[in-house]
Protein backbone atom coordinates (compact mmCIF):
# COMPACT_ATOMS: atom_id res chain seq x y z
CA UNK A 1 0.00 0.00 0.00
CA UNK A 2 1.73 3.48 -1.42
CA UNK A 3 1.80 6.33 -3.49
CA UNK A 4 4.92 6.55 -5.42
CA UNK A 5 6.06 8.19 -7.54
CA UNK A 6 8.07 10.80 -9.74
CA UNK A 7 7.26 14.16 -10.98
CA UNK A 8 9.23 16.38 -13.28
CA UNK A 9 8.61 19.91 -14.67
CA UNK A 10 9.80 22.90 -15.65
CA UNK A 11 8.74 26.52 -15.36
CA UNK A 12 10.23 29.32 -16.27
CA UNK A 13 11.59 30.22 -13.09
CA UNK A 14 10.42 27.06 -10.99
CA UNK A 15 11.35 23.12 -11.80
CA UNK A 16 10.40 20.15 -10.00
CA UNK A 17 11.74 16.97 -9.64
CA UNK A 18 10.65 15.26 -6.96
CA UNK A 19 10.39 11.52 -6.49
CA UNK A 20 8.14 10.13 -3.46
CA UNK A 21 7.02 6.96 -2.29
CA UNK A 22 3.92 7.77 0.70
CA UNK A 23 2.24 4.77 3.15
CA UNK A 24 -0.92 3.94 1.26
CA UNK A 25 -3.27 5.18 4.16
CA UNK A 26 -3.08 7.48 6.75
CA UNK A 27 -3.02 11.15 6.68
CA UNK A 28 1.52 12.41 5.20
CA UNK A 29 1.81 16.11 5.49
CA UNK A 30 3.99 17.85 2.78
CA UNK A 31 5.58 21.11 4.37
CA UNK A 32 8.54 23.43 3.37
CA UNK A 33 8.86 26.81 1.96
CA UNK A 34 6.60 29.47 0.00
CA UNK A 35 7.19 28.90 -3.46
CA UNK A 36 8.43 24.99 -2.95
CA UNK A 37 6.13 23.19 -5.04
CA UNK A 38 4.03 21.53 -2.91
CA UNK A 39 0.94 22.68 -4.37
CA UNK A 40 2.36 22.32 -7.88
CA UNK A 41 2.88 18.69 -6.94
CA UNK A 42 -0.37 17.93 -5.47
CA UNK A 43 -1.97 19.22 -8.85
CA UNK A 44 0.57 16.67 -10.73
CA UNK A 45 -0.81 14.17 -8.86
CA UNK A 46 -4.52 15.15 -9.23
CA UNK A 47 -3.43 15.06 -13.00
CA UNK A 48 -3.88 18.94 -13.45
CA UNK A 49 -0.50 20.12 -14.32
CA UNK A 50 0.70 18.84 -17.37
CA UNK A 51 4.52 17.29 -16.31
CA UNK A 52 7.58 16.56 -18.56
CA UNK A 53 7.76 13.34 -17.16
CA UNK A 54 5.16 11.61 -14.75
CA UNK A 55 4.93 8.22 -12.83
CA UNK A 56 2.31 7.60 -10.39
CA UNK A 57 0.98 4.46 -8.67
CA UNK A 58 -1.96 4.62 -6.30
CA UNK A 59 -2.11 1.65 -4.00
CA UNK A 60 -1.31 -0.32 -6.81
CA UNK A 61 -3.62 1.75 -9.56
CA UNK A 62 -1.08 3.11 -12.28
CA UNK A 63 -2.44 6.37 -12.69
CA UNK A 64 0.79 7.56 -15.07
CA UNK A 65 3.81 6.03 -16.79
CA UNK A 66 5.43 6.50 -19.96
CA UNK A 67 2.83 5.09 -21.88
CA UNK A 68 -0.30 6.07 -19.53
CA UNK A 69 -2.06 9.14 -18.37
CA UNK A 70 -5.47 8.43 -16.42
CA UNK A 71 -7.16 12.16 -17.26
CA UNK A 72 -7.79 14.44 -14.28
CA UNK A 73 -11.84 13.22 -14.48
CA UNK A 74 -11.15 9.37 -14.08
CA UNK A 75 -8.26 9.75 -11.48
CA UNK A 76 -10.42 8.65 -8.06
CA UNK A 77 -8.68 12.05 -6.50
CA UNK A 78 -11.01 14.07 -4.26
CA UNK A 79 -9.16 17.60 -4.13
CA UNK A 80 -10.32 20.72 -1.78
CA UNK A 81 -8.24 23.96 -2.84
CA UNK A 82 -6.53 26.70 -0.88
CA UNK A 83 -9.74 28.76 -1.18
CA UNK A 84 -12.70 26.40 -0.43
CA UNK A 85 -14.27 27.04 -4.05
CA UNK A 86 -17.64 26.48 -3.61
CA UNK A 87 -20.43 27.15 -6.04
CA UNK A 88 -22.44 30.71 -4.61
CA UNK A 89 -25.29 29.81 -6.97
CA UNK A 90 -26.23 26.56 -5.20
CA UNK A 91 -26.61 25.78 -2.09
CA UNK A 92 -24.81 23.03 -0.03
CA UNK A 93 -26.92 19.88 -1.51
CA UNK A 94 -26.18 21.30 -4.70
CA UNK A 95 -22.61 21.68 -4.23
CA UNK A 96 -22.37 17.98 -3.07
CA UNK A 97 -24.12 16.79 -5.85
CA UNK A 98 -22.29 18.98 -8.60
CA UNK A 99 -19.52 16.14 -7.24
CA UNK A 100 -21.38 13.57 -9.11
CA UNK A 101 -21.25 15.45 -12.71
CA UNK A 102 -17.85 14.03 -13.87
CA UNK A 103 -16.65 10.66 -13.88
CA UNK A 104 -18.41 7.90 -12.13
CA UNK A 105 -20.76 10.23 -10.42
CA UNK A 106 -21.66 10.22 -6.74
CA UNK A 107 -20.53 7.43 -4.08
CA UNK A 108 -23.42 7.66 -2.12
CA UNK A 109 -22.62 5.55 1.06
CA UNK A 110 -19.25 7.44 0.77
CA UNK A 111 -21.35 10.92 0.43
CA UNK A 112 -23.55 10.12 3.52
CA UNK A 113 -20.35 8.88 5.40
CA UNK A 114 -18.79 12.06 4.83
CA UNK A 115 -22.06 14.21 5.67
CA UNK A 116 -22.14 12.50 9.02
CA UNK A 117 -18.35 12.44 10.05
CA UNK A 118 -18.25 16.50 9.47
CA UNK A 119 -21.58 17.58 10.98
CA UNK A 120 -23.16 19.07 7.52
CA UNK A 121 -26.49 17.30 7.61
CA UNK A 122 -28.08 20.39 9.15
CA UNK A 123 -25.85 22.71 6.57
CA UNK A 124 -27.24 20.64 3.24
CA UNK A 125 -30.22 23.68 2.33
CA UNK A 126 -28.24 26.59 3.35
CA UNK A 127 -26.84 28.57 0.66
CA UNK A 128 -23.15 28.68 1.06
CA UNK A 129 -22.67 32.45 1.17
CA UNK A 130 -24.07 32.67 4.61
CA UNK A 131 -21.62 29.91 5.59
CA UNK A 132 -18.63 30.39 8.03
CA UNK A 133 -15.50 29.76 6.88
CA UNK A 134 -15.15 26.61 8.54
CA UNK A 135 -18.50 25.03 7.71
CA UNK A 136 -17.08 26.27 3.70
CA UNK A 137 -14.00 23.96 4.11
CA UNK A 138 -16.05 21.35 5.78
CA UNK A 139 -18.64 20.95 3.10
CA UNK A 140 -15.45 21.74 0.42
CA UNK A 141 -14.09 18.17 1.97
CA UNK A 142 -17.40 16.40 1.61
CA UNK A 143 -17.50 17.58 -1.63
CA UNK A 144 -14.07 16.18 -2.78
CA UNK A 145 -15.16 12.51 -0.81
CA UNK A 146 -18.83 12.46 -3.00
CA UNK A 147 -17.17 10.64 -5.34
CA UNK A 148 -15.33 7.92 -3.21
CA UNK A 149 -11.71 9.08 -3.92
CA UNK A 150 -8.87 6.42 -3.91
CA UNK A 151 -7.07 9.69 -2.72
CA UNK A 152 -7.78 12.50 -0.88
CA UNK A 153 -5.51 15.86 -1.65
CA UNK A 154 -5.80 19.00 1.16
CA UNK A 155 -4.23 22.18 0.21
CA UNK A 156 -3.41 24.02 3.03
CA UNK A 157 -7.08 23.23 4.68
CA UNK A 158 -6.58 25.54 7.45
CA UNK A 159 -5.92 28.51 5.00
CA UNK A 160 -8.18 31.48 5.63
CA UNK A 161 -9.06 30.61 9.45
CA UNK A 162 -8.80 32.51 12.55
CA UNK A 163 -7.34 30.87 15.18
CA UNK A 164 -10.73 30.05 16.94
CA UNK A 165 -11.92 28.96 13.42
CA UNK A 166 -9.18 26.28 13.15
CA UNK A 167 -9.25 24.94 16.39
CA UNK A 168 -13.47 23.95 15.85
CA UNK A 169 -12.46 22.47 11.94
CA UNK A 170 -9.62 20.40 13.38
CA UNK A 171 -11.75 18.06 15.31
CA UNK A 172 -13.27 17.23 12.28
CA UNK A 173 -10.44 16.53 10.57
CA UNK A 174 -9.35 14.31 13.18
CA UNK A 175 -12.40 12.34 13.18
CA UNK A 176 -12.16 11.90 9.44
CA UNK A 177 -8.64 10.67 9.87
CA UNK A 178 -9.85 8.11 12.45
CA UNK A 179 -12.55 6.70 10.59
CA UNK A 180 -11.72 6.90 6.51
CA UNK A 181 -9.72 4.48 4.90
CA UNK A 182 -8.54 7.16 1.83
CA UNK A 183 -4.81 7.75 2.34
CA UNK A 184 -4.46 12.10 2.53
CA UNK A 185 -1.83 13.97 1.08
CA UNK A 186 -1.87 17.36 3.29
CA UNK A 187 0.13 20.93 2.12
CA UNK A 188 0.03 22.77 5.84
CA UNK A 189 2.30 25.33 6.85
CA UNK A 190 0.99 25.04 10.19
CA UNK A 191 3.02 23.01 12.79
CA UNK A 192 -0.12 21.81 15.11
CA UNK A 193 -2.46 20.54 12.32
CA UNK A 194 0.70 18.48 11.05
CA UNK A 195 1.09 17.15 14.67
CA UNK A 196 -2.10 16.19 15.01
CA UNK A 197 -3.34 14.80 11.94
CA UNK A 198 -0.33 12.99 10.36
CA UNK A 199 1.59 9.85 10.83
CA UNK A 200 4.00 10.80 8.12
CA UNK A 201 5.88 13.65 7.35
CA UNK A 202 7.60 15.05 3.91
CA UNK A 203 9.70 17.78 3.22
CA UNK A 204 9.94 19.68 0.28
CA UNK A 205 12.63 22.66 -0.91
CA UNK A 206 13.42 24.18 -4.26
CA UNK A 207 10.73 21.09 -6.08
CA UNK A 208 12.26 18.24 -4.87
CA UNK A 209 11.83 16.26 -1.87
CA UNK A 210 14.64 16.97 0.67
CA UNK A 211 13.17 14.23 3.28
CA UNK A 212 10.11 11.76 3.71
CA UNK A 213 9.02 9.32 7.05
CA UNK A 214 7.50 8.66 9.96
CA UNK A 215 6.89 12.20 11.47
CA UNK A 216 8.70 10.83 14.65
CA UNK A 217 11.73 10.19 13.27
CA UNK A 218 11.58 13.09 10.44
CA UNK A 219 11.30 16.03 13.29
CA UNK A 220 14.32 14.50 15.00
CA UNK A 221 16.32 14.25 12.32
CA UNK A 222 19.50 16.61 13.47
CA UNK A 223 20.45 16.58 9.56
CA UNK A 224 17.85 18.72 8.78
CA UNK A 225 17.39 22.59 8.95
CA UNK A 226 14.39 22.23 10.78
CA UNK A 227 15.50 20.59 13.66
CA UNK A 228 17.47 23.77 14.12
CA UNK A 229 14.28 26.11 14.12
CA UNK A 230 12.71 27.95 17.40
CA UNK A 231 9.83 24.95 17.18
CA UNK A 232 11.64 22.30 16.52
CA UNK A 233 10.80 19.43 19.23
CA UNK A 234 9.59 15.86 19.06
CA UNK A 235 5.99 14.09 19.05
CA UNK A 236 5.64 11.09 21.70
CA UNK A 237 2.86 8.94 21.62
CA UNK A 238 1.18 7.78 25.01
CA UNK A 239 -1.72 5.93 26.88
CA UNK A 240 -3.07 7.42 29.60
CA UNK A 241 -2.61 5.70 33.08
CA UNK A 242 -3.96 7.41 35.71
CA UNK A 243 -5.25 10.43 37.14
CA UNK A 244 -4.34 12.08 40.41
CA UNK A 245 -7.66 14.19 41.35
CA UNK A 246 -6.05 16.05 44.39
CA UNK A 247 -3.75 17.43 41.98
CA UNK A 248 -5.42 17.52 38.74
CA UNK A 249 -2.83 15.78 36.99
CA UNK A 250 -2.69 12.96 33.78
CA UNK A 251 -0.57 9.88 34.19
CA UNK A 252 0.51 9.14 30.61
CA UNK A 253 2.82 6.20 29.68
CA UNK A 254 5.34 6.80 27.03
CA UNK A 255 8.11 4.17 25.93
CA UNK A 256 10.72 5.85 28.04
CA UNK A 257 8.74 5.81 31.58
CA UNK A 258 5.78 7.87 32.42
CA UNK A 259 5.27 11.59 32.17
CA UNK A 260 2.58 13.73 33.88
CA UNK A 261 0.35 16.38 32.44
CA UNK A 262 -1.48 18.76 34.27
CA UNK A 263 -5.65 19.55 33.14
CA UNK A 264 -8.40 17.95 33.20
CA UNK A 265 -8.98 14.24 33.59
CA UNK A 266 -8.14 12.78 30.06
CA UNK A 267 -9.96 8.54 29.40
CA UNK A 268 -8.14 6.33 30.99
CA UNK A 269 -5.95 3.88 28.52
CA UNK A 270 -6.89 6.26 25.65
CA UNK A 271 -3.77 6.88 23.46
CA UNK A 272 -3.01 10.71 23.03
CA UNK A 273 0.51 12.16 21.11
CA UNK A 274 1.91 14.99 22.90
CA UNK A 275 4.91 17.16 21.70
CA UNK A 276 7.81 18.44 23.67
CA UNK A 277 9.40 21.61 22.63
CA UNK A 278 13.17 21.24 22.25
CA UNK A 279 13.94 24.56 23.96
CA UNK A 280 12.02 22.96 27.07
CA UNK A 281 14.13 20.27 27.64
CA UNK A 282 17.24 20.43 30.14
CA UNK A 283 19.62 17.38 31.02
CA UNK A 284 21.56 16.58 34.24
CA UNK A 285 23.28 13.50 35.17
CA UNK A 286 21.65 13.10 38.06
CA UNK A 287 17.82 13.17 39.04
CA UNK A 288 17.09 16.50 40.25
CA UNK A 289 16.44 16.21 44.30
CA UNK A 290 14.49 19.15 44.75
CA UNK A 291 12.98 20.85 41.80
CA UNK A 292 9.33 21.73 40.43
CA UNK A 293 9.65 19.82 37.63
CA UNK A 294 7.69 16.53 37.53
CA UNK A 295 8.64 15.49 34.49
CA UNK A 296 12.12 13.56 34.45
CA UNK A 297 12.99 11.04 31.96
CA UNK A 298 16.03 8.16 31.78
CA UNK A 299 17.62 8.94 28.33
CA UNK A 300 21.37 8.50 26.09
CA UNK A 301 22.21 10.85 24.30
CA UNK A 302 22.29 9.96 20.52
CA UNK A 303 23.56 13.37 18.66
CA UNK A 304 25.22 16.52 19.37
CA UNK A 305 24.77 19.16 16.62
CA UNK A 306 25.86 22.98 16.95
CA UNK A 307 22.66 25.06 15.63
CA UNK A 308 23.97 28.48 16.31
CA UNK A 309 26.27 30.48 18.89
CA UNK A 310 26.73 28.66 21.87
CA UNK A 311 23.54 26.35 21.41
CA UNK A 312 23.29 22.56 20.64
CA UNK A 313 20.78 20.59 19.47
CA UNK A 314 21.18 16.72 21.46
CA UNK A 315 18.83 14.20 20.37
CA UNK A 316 18.27 11.44 22.96
CA UNK A 317 16.84 8.23 23.08
CA UNK A 318 14.23 7.84 25.61
CA UNK A 319 12.90 4.21 25.47
CA UNK A 320 12.38 3.74 21.98
CA UNK A 321 11.40 7.38 21.34
CA UNK A 322 13.84 10.24 20.06
CA UNK A 323 13.60 13.41 21.85
CA UNK A 324 15.47 16.68 21.43
CA UNK A 325 17.24 18.91 23.34
CA UNK A 326 18.04 22.64 23.25
CA UNK A 327 21.20 23.57 25.57
CA UNK A 328 24.07 25.82 25.61
CA UNK A 329 27.28 24.67 24.34
CA UNK A 330 28.44 25.51 28.26
CA UNK A 331 25.99 22.83 29.46
CA UNK A 332 27.52 20.45 27.45
CA UNK A 333 30.81 20.85 28.36
CA UNK A 334 29.95 21.91 32.03
CA UNK A 335 28.07 17.73 31.86
CA UNK A 336 31.01 16.58 29.58
CA UNK A 337 28.03 15.25 27.47
CA UNK A 338 28.93 13.12 24.37
CA UNK A 339 27.51 10.73 22.57
CA UNK A 340 26.52 7.61 24.42
CA UNK A 341 26.30 9.43 27.76
CA UNK A 342 23.29 8.50 30.50
CA UNK A 343 21.67 11.25 31.43
CA UNK A 344 18.17 12.73 32.79
CA UNK A 345 16.45 14.86 31.05
CA UNK A 346 13.62 17.14 32.70
CA UNK A 347 10.65 18.16 30.46
CA UNK A 348 9.19 21.77 31.79
CA UNK A 349 6.05 21.54 29.70
CA UNK A 350 4.24 19.46 27.41
CA UNK A 351 1.73 19.94 24.88
CA UNK A 352 -1.18 17.69 24.41
CA UNK A 353 -2.17 17.07 20.86
CA UNK A 354 -4.77 14.83 20.53
N1 LIG B 1 0.52 28.87 -13.04
C1 LIG B 1 1.79 29.14 -12.82
N2 LIG B 1 2.57 29.64 -13.81
C2 LIG B 1 3.87 29.90 -13.60
N3 LIG B 1 4.50 29.71 -12.44
C3 LIG B 1 3.79 29.23 -11.42
C4 LIG B 1 2.39 28.91 -11.56
N4 LIG B 1 1.95 28.44 -10.38
C5 LIG B 1 2.99 28.46 -9.52
N5 LIG B 1 4.11 28.92 -10.15
C6 LIG B 1 5.45 29.04 -9.58
O1 LIG B 1 5.91 27.72 -9.30
C7 LIG B 1 6.62 27.69 -8.06
C8 LIG B 1 5.98 26.69 -7.12
O2 LIG B 1 4.70 27.15 -6.75
P1 LIG B 1 3.76 26.37 -5.75
O3 LIG B 1 2.48 27.14 -5.69
O4 LIG B 1 3.69 24.95 -6.14
O5 LIG B 1 4.57 26.51 -4.38
P2 LIG B 1 4.11 26.19 -2.89
O6 LIG B 1 5.22 25.42 -2.26
O7 LIG B 1 2.76 25.54 -2.90
O8 LIG B 1 4.04 27.64 -2.28
P3 LIG B 1 3.08 28.29 -1.14
O9 LIG B 1 3.46 27.64 0.14
O10 LIG B 1 3.44 29.74 -1.18
O11 LIG B 1 1.65 28.03 -1.54
C9 LIG B 1 6.62 29.11 -7.54
O12 LIG B 1 7.83 29.71 -7.93
C10 LIG B 1 5.45 29.76 -8.25
O13 LIG B 1 5.68 31.15 -8.41
Redesign the pocket.
Known sequence: MSIRGHMVLA????S?DAMFDFPGRGVTGIQ????????????AIAGLEKVQRGQLVVNAATWQDNNTCVPVHRRRVGFVF?DARLFDHLDVQGNLDYAGRRGDGVDTQQLSQAIDLLGIGPLLKRRTQGLSGGEQKRVAIARALARGPALLLL??PMAGLDRDRRDTLLPWLERLQRELEIPVLM?S?DTTEIDRLCDHLAL?DA?RMTASGPIQAVLTDTGLATTRSPGAGSILAARVSGYDARWKLNMLDIAGGRLVLPGPALQTQSKVRIRIAARDVSITLQPPADSSILNCLRATVESLVDVGPGQVIARLACGADQVLARVTTRSVDALGLEPGAAVYIQVKSLALLN
Open positions: RESFMGPSGAGKTTLLRQDEVHMG
